[in-house]
């Protein structure tokens, strides 16, 4: 799926130029010539999608002491063969960590998959020319996970540019089926995660139980898988939304 599909972009943001990865990698060679080599190895080619003004999207500038959003990226990188999954994760989070504004990421795989990174950050104190950004989540999500038409620009809250941002994250955070509108996108981003390390803790539990030997073994984690499972259900609850989203044509 393409950007423009994904997000239905109005016409007057679309673009497509193409950055150089040593554009990208050179900003890291002094500071950490360690994560500009991740880059360069990782990192095929980088483009510029779309750019997400007030004027081509309805929804006015935001500005407080942590941010200031004019303008929103839409980037897309192509990942070479080998990359890890971490160097993957690395990656997205020195492309949000390099800009001074939030940034929309498509990473493509070699396997024909994309995945969308999506950051909460706020303009680095420590930086006296205001040129780079922290971290405070970030989110991961494959795109086929993501309910068609749930991330449709139209569809997501226009306050401001910064209210647009956080509402494509919470609702990329719940695979396009948040729960509530009450749920912020730092929430959702935390719920997220929970359930991943959940459910990774469960397959582990799921093993052990069949390589057990000893009955009373079994017991004991057959009774941690149980309230594994229910906290599970507890989380996803709290995160999606009971009922699936429709297409949006």
Request: aromatic letters at 2%.
């Amino acid at each position: 799926m393409s950007a423009h599909d994904l997000f239905r972009l109005p016409d007057a943001a679309r673009m497509e130029h193409r950055i150089t990865k040593k554009m990208l990698a050179e900003q890291f060679e002094e500071r950490s010539p360690a994560d500009a080599r991740i880059i360069t190895k990782s990192v095929l080619s980088v483009k510029l999608l779309g750019i997400l003004r007030p004027e081509t999207i309805r929804a006015p500038k935001y500005q407080d002491a942590k941010r200031t959003v004019v303008d929103i990226s839409i980037l897309e990188i192509v990942l070479a063969e080998r990359t890890m999954p971490a160097n993957r994760t690395r990656v997205a989070e020195l492309i949000h960590r390099s800009m001074p504004r939030p940034v929309v990421l498509l990473a493509c795989l070699p396997d024909g998959s994309t995945i969308l990174s999506l950051a909460l950050s706020h303009v680095s104190q420590t930086d006296s020319r205001r040129e780079t950004s922290v971290i405070d989540a970030h989110v991961m999500v494959p795109v086929s996970q993501l309910e068609p038409g749930t991330l449709h620009l139209d569809r997501l809250d226009h306050t401001n540019m910064w209210a647009l941002y956080s509402d494509l994250v919470r609702t990329a955070a719940a695979d396009g089926r948040p729960a509530s509108t009450s749920l912020s996108a730092a929430d959702a981003i935390a719920l997220r995660r929970k359930l991943i390390d959940l459910e990774l803790d469960l397959v582990a539990v799921v093993r052990e139980a069949k390589q057990a030997k000893s009955l009373q073994r079994r017991i004991e984690l057959n009774t941690n898988g149980r309230s594994l499972r229910d906290q599970i259900e507890g989380v996803r609850g709290t995160l999606y939304s009971a009922e699936r989203s429709h297409d949006v044509t």
